[in-house]
């Protein structure tokens, strides 16, 4: 859901900064036809870019593998969460839950809404049947007041046209059927659906439905109508309103730009260049929303090893990545094959192909491998994956990675002494430095690099060994504090302090002094998982003397 969320809102950017385009330099030129397509062209590229965002290569280099994470006991889920800034209650409604709760009623109430209308005019249809008229159909109703077009049916109210002026009306009308002015109708429609928290999705449907009308205007004067007569007709329509959004109507957008717009000087052919600017807005669309493909390094890693040699058959093991609590996938989730440096990465939902090019032959005659998982902030997850009778590929169950928890080492806490100086070495001319050994021979084939990082205190570990001594120095001055106890919080994606609970306590007061010590902490730099910021969880055990 987070993925659709973020969907949502990229195509929500691509529309704002396409319908600034169109109304400073395009909504007052004449080329309405143009201008049509310009429209539909945006929403479409708005849309489409951000599902089908273009890749960039990106190197990434050897991180450190961490394989310290074990997994939280289900004791640690249900120990409250200690109040205090940025702190929320474990049973508050997830923030993306409640966005998506509120988009959904939205979307549902706007689609009921297409879908009655659509309803009423196929009734009326059914009820006043369809007549054939000067080469178009026709269903006459005393509902509606105004004309309108629906697909390629006009509706007319025959108390309120004449045969006098019923000539300018058709003519309007066949020219948003011949052109398909339903389409684009349509279109829009689905989209205010989808995207009706956007206001700029509504502009479009306005900017969308006035151009028809602009497009309308110009077909029924080349039809030799005269202008005078036609916009007489026009105004004597003032009084209606535009009832179903799904259709043509002949009065929308009446007014003075509208009837200047009939007599306009055409723009001029250097005018088209203004189309122009649409291309700096699409090329700052796919540079945004671009996302990394990456591809591991051939060079030496930090710590070779023996990476596997193609063998005669491969072995391809598929599956999905996804959070126990929750379900949701694990993009990112860094898959190796157990022993070496071969691996792959899992998709943006969590799915992974990973291919085995010298699998162990197993008795009943299929294929194994061991597959490793790792995620910063998970446990790390060892499966064997097996095939039966010679099947060299398979799919594996969705695999669910549990949250894990990272123990602070309270040695880690103290600082290092300082290196002691290197000794003096007297010179001999006449000696020659060595030459540095030549690096190792590596495979050809390329090795998988495992990228994942904790989260890091300001200063590291040291540092955070003296925030916590400089705050037992400032609680234990109001009273005498002795115990220890141990806590357990989280550092989130932008690096804040959550979820503090206190997990042991020799008493009430050490536990809460050491948690009045992790919710004073500086804000931390975020774990990552392959470049994008992830939750991590830390254990902290703390003693007061």
Do not use: C
Not at 237 to 253: E, K, R, S
Not at 315 to 336: A, C, D, R, W
Not at 399 to 413: A, Q, R, S, T, Y
Not at 452 to 460: D, S, T, V
């Amino acid at each position: 859901m987070e993925t659709f969320i973020v969907f949502l809102i990229k195509a929500s950017i691509g529309t704002i900064l396409f319908y600034l385009v169109y109304w400073f330099l395009l909504r007052n030129e004449t080329y309405h036809n143009a201008n049509r397509w310009f429209l539909l062209s945006a929403l479409f590229t708005s849309v489409l870019i951000p599902l089908f965002p273009v890749q960039y290569t990106l190197l990434v280099e050897q991180g450190n593998a961490s394989n310290l994470f074990v997994a939280i006991p289900d004791s640690f889920k249900n120990i409250p969460v200690i109040n205090g800034q940025d702190q929320a209650p474990t049973g508050s409604i997830d923030w993306q839950q409640a966005i998506l709760l509120v988009y959904f009623t939205g979307a549902t109430i706007f689609l009921l809404r297409l879908l009655t209308q659509t309803i009423i005019l196929i009734q009326l249809m059914f009820k006043n049947r369809i007549k054939p008229k000067e080469g178009i159909h026709i269903v006459e109703n005393e509902k509606y007041g105004l004309p309108f077009s629906f697909f390629n049916v006009v509706f007319i109210n025959p108390k309120f046209h004449t045969q006098e002026n019923l000539p300018e009306i058709l003519a309007h009308e066949k020219v948003h059927i011949r052109e398909k002015h339903w389409f684009d109708l349509l279109f829009i429609e689905l989209l205010t659906v989808i995207f009706w928290f956007n206001p700029f999705i509504w502009f479009f449907e306005r900017s969308i439905k006035q151009n028809h009308e602009y497009l309308a205007d110009k077909g029924v004067l080349a039809q030799g109508h005269p202008v005078g007569r036609y916009q007489a007709l026009l105004i004597n329509q003032l009084m209606g309103m535009q009832i179903i959004g799904v259709t043509n109507n002949l009065n929308f957008a009446l007014n003075t730009n509208r009837l200047k717009m009939m007599t306009k000087t055409k723009t001029s052919r250097l005018g088209r260049i203004k189309f122009m600017w649409a291309l700096p807005a699409i090329a700052l669309l796919m540079f945004a929303f671009a996302e990394p493909a990456y591809k591991v390094n051939k060079g030496e890693p930090a710590d070779p090893v023996s990476a596997l040699k193609q063998g005669e058959k491969e072995f391809v093991v598929k599956g999905k990545v996804v959070q126990e609590e929750t379900g949701k996938p694990l993009p990112g989730t860094s898959v190796i094959i157990k022993g070496t440096m071969v691996g792959t990465v899992s998709d943006i939902d969590g799915n992974f192909t990973l291919v085995d090019p010298n699998p162990k032959k197993g008795e009943n005659g299929g294929y194994s491998t061991e597959v490793v998982l790792s995620f910063v902030g998970r446990e790390t997850k060892v499966i064997n994956a097996y095939s039966v009778a010679n099947e060299m590929a398979i799919t594996v169950p969705d695999i669910k990675m549990k949250e894990g928890v990272f123990v602070i080492n309270p040695n880690d806490l103290i600082a290092p002494p300082p290196p002691p100086p290197p000794p003096s070495v007297k010179k001999d001319n006449n000696s020659q430095v060595p030459p540095p050994p030549p690096p190792p021979v590596i495979d050809e084939e390329e090795v998988f690099i495992i990228v994942e990082e904790l989260a890091k205190y300001p200063g590291g570990f040291p540092a955070l060994g003296s925030h916590i001594a400089e705050m037992q120095k400032k609680l234990t001055q109001s009273g005498k504090l002795s115990g220890k106890t141990r806590i357990a919080f989280t550092v989130s994606e932008t690096g804040k302090v959550t979820n503090v609970k206190i997990v042991e306590q020799d008493n009430d007061e050490v536990g809460k002094a050491a948690a009045s010590i992790v919710m004073n902490m500086k804000d931390w730099t975020p774990g990552k998982q392959r470049g994008k910021a992830v939750p991590v969880n830390y254990l902290l055990p703390i003693t007061f003397k």
